[in-house]
C-alpha cells in the first residue's frame, strides 16, 4: 500500500517564475494538507484541501494557491516566485474522521528558487 | 496563540546512552492534541505518538517513552539505549481541538546524532 508520493523531488525555478507541485495521498485518505518546511526549521502549515475545497488556511501570501482533484490527489500552486520560498514542501493526508488525525507525510519536493 | 518550544537545537550522544528531547508548548485551549514525528535524511515525517490533553499518562513503546506535564506544559521524549538508527531530526507538534490537524504547529526541532 503506497503511501503519500510527491512529484517533482527536486526542482530549482528563478525568480519570478511559477511552480506546480503534485501529490497523491494514502490510499483511503482523503484529506490533504501542504506544509513549507525552510531549512533547519519545523513545518509550517500552508492550507488543507478536502472535498476538493480550501478548508483552511495558515499564514501564506495568495501566490500559494492548491487544488483538489476529485481523486483526493492535489497540487500546489507558487506564483511570483522568491528567494525565500526555498523550501522543502510537505504533502500530508489523512482521513476525514473529526479529531486530531495523524497525518501521513510525503517525502516533500524540495524547491530552490535562484 | 498555539507554540511548540524545542529548546534543544542537537543533541549528540554516543550509542547505548539515553538521551531526552524537551518540548514545551502553549496553548489557550483546554483540548489539544501533541504529537512527535521523526525526520530521518530522506525528508519524510514519521509519526511516533500523539496525546490528547486528558491523558497525562506515561507512555513507553520498546526503547521510547514520553512524559506528558500539563502542570509545565511539557511532553518530553526520552530514547533509552541509542542507536546509530535514530539519528534524525525530531519535532513535537501541538494541534488544538476545535481545528482538528488543520494547523498543526510544529517546533523548530531537535537534531539527534548517534556515534557508534
Known amino acids: 500500500d503506497a503511501g503519500v508520493t510527491q512529484s517533482p523531488t527536486h526542482l530549482i525555478k528563478t525568480r519570478g517564475q511559477q511552480v506546480t507541485l503534485r501529490c497523491s495521498p494514502k490510499?483511503?485518505?482523503?484529506?490533504v494538507s501542504w506544509y513549507q518546511q525552510a531549512l533547519g526549521q519545523g513545518p509550517q502549515f500552508i492550507f488543507q484541501?478536502?472535498?476538493?475545497?480550501?478548508?483552511q488556511r495558515g499564514n501564506f501570501p495568495d501566490r500559494f494557491s492548491g487544488h483538489q482533484f476529485p481523486n483526493y490527489s492535489s497540487e500546489l500552486n507558487v506564483n511570483a516566485l522568491l528567494l525565500g520560498d526555498s523550501a522543502l514542501y510537505l504533502c500530508?493526508?489523512?482521513?476525514?474522521?473529526?479529531?486530531?488525525?495523524?497525518?501521513?507525510f510525503g517525502a516533500g519536493s524540495r524547491l530552490t528558487v535562484l | 496563540a498555539q507554540k511548540v518550544t524545542q529548546a534543544q537545537t542537537e543533541i549528540s550522544v554516543v550509542e547505548k546512552e539515553d538521551v531526552t528531547l524537551d518540548c514545551v508548548y502553549e496553548?489557550?485551549?483546554?483540548?489539544?492534541?501533541l504529537f512527535w514525528y521523526k525526520q530521518p535524511p530522506s525528508g519524510e515525517l514519521v509519526f511516533l505518538i500523539r496525546?490528547?490533553?486528558?491523558?497525562?499518562q506515561n507512555e513507553i513503546s520498546g526503547r521510547y517513552s514520553w512524559n506528558f506535564q500539563k502542570s509545565t506544559s511539557s511532553f518530553n521524549f526520552t530514547i533509552t539505549a541509542s542507536q546509530v538508527v535514530d539519528s534524525a531530526v525530531y519535532f513535537c507538534?501541538?494541534?488544538?481541538?476545535?481545528?482538528?490537524?488543520?494547523?498543526?504547529?510544529f517546533g523548530a526541532g531537535t537534531r539527534l546524532t548517534v556515534k557508534p
Open positions: 500530508a493526508s489523512s482521513p476525514r474522521e473529526s479529531g486530531a488525525n495523524v497525518l501521513t
Open positions: 507538534a501541538l494541534s488544538e481541538a476545535w481545528s482538528g490537524n488543520n494547523d498543526m504547529r
Open positions: 490510499s483511503g485518505h482523503d484529506t
Open positions: 484541501y478536502y472535498e476538493e475545497e480550501e478548508r
Open positions: 496553548t489557550r485551549d483546554t483540548t489539544y492534541y
Open positions: 496525546r490528547n490533553s486528558f491523558d497525562e
